[in-house]
């Protein structure tokens, strides 16, 4: 069955450094790999996705992620963090091969430090 | 173009009620899932529906279950509600190909007291 796991609940950053929200992964087959933001009361919003081809993949307010097959892992990065990038971000995976729901990740709070 | 509806936002329901949740996916998207997220826990999956069919089933017990109707809108039951369903209840609609994103309504939070 698959899988997601992002290791860490919470991620402080100073406005204006590098951030990672990392996620790693299990599937049997072959992975479609997703990210998504939630605000307060909201619900999610999607903001990128790796189906196939290059292994960084562009998304929404400047995320980028980046698939790694042998660690099985697709890592969520900003060059720069605002503190408007302060969320809760999930990390998600379909096995295309085997089924197709979408499992997510418990969560990383993200906090951007003025 | 519209998003996601569900309707309604807020709930509060007495233990051993039952409540049905609505969801209105994007015109055109045949497939709608739902999903319990709680502090705890995060997201749980809890179906799928495609074209009125359910295609996929999460480990919940027989007291959720689910419907979707012909024009693609979907409704969640809960029966005998307890203490432990209280949880924001989430719906995602998309085209149904394995390599769609899901789109997320705002939610049903409902409190069970």
């Known amino acids: 069955a698959q899988s997601v796991a992002q290791p860490e609940d919470q991620v402080n950053v100073a406005e204006g450094n590098p951030l990672t929200v990392k996620c790693t992964y299990s599937v049997s087959g072959n992975p479609y790999l997703f990210w998504y933001v939630q605000y307060p009361n909201r619900g999610l919003q999607f903001l990128l996705k790796?189906?196939?081809?290059?292994?960084l993949v562009k998304g929404s307010y400047g995320f980028e992620a980046e698939f790694n097959k042998s660690q099985t892992s697709f890592h969520l990065k900003k060059p720069s963090a605002l503190v408007s990038d302060s969320a809760l971000y999930f990390c998600?995976?379909?096995?295309?091969?085997?089924?197709?729901?979408?499992?997510f990740g418990k969560g990383t709070r993200l906090h951007i430090l003025p | 173009k519209a998003g996601v509806t569900q309707t309604p936002r807020y709930l509060i329901k007495t233990r051993g009620q039952q409540v049905t949740l609505s969801c209105s996916p994007i015109s055109g998207h045949r497939s709608v899932s739902w999903y319990q997220q709680t502090p705890g826990q995060g997201l749980q999956f809890l179906f799928e529906y495609f074209s009125e069919t359910q295609r996929n089933k999460g480990n919940f017990p027989g007291r959720f279950s689910g419907r979707q109707f012909s024009n693609s809108r979907s409704e969640m039951n809960v029966s005998t509600l307890e203490l432990g369903d209280s949880a924001l209840y989430l719906c995602?609609?998309?085209?149904?190909?394995?390599?769609?994103?899901?789109?997320f309504g705002q939610g049903t939070r409902l409190t069970v007291v």
């Open positions: 998600a995976v379909r096995d295309w091969g085997r089924d197709d729901k979408i499992i």
């Open positions: 995602a609609s998309s085209l149904g190909q394995s390599n769609t994103e899901a789109f």
């Open positions: 790796y189906i196939t081809g290059d292994n």
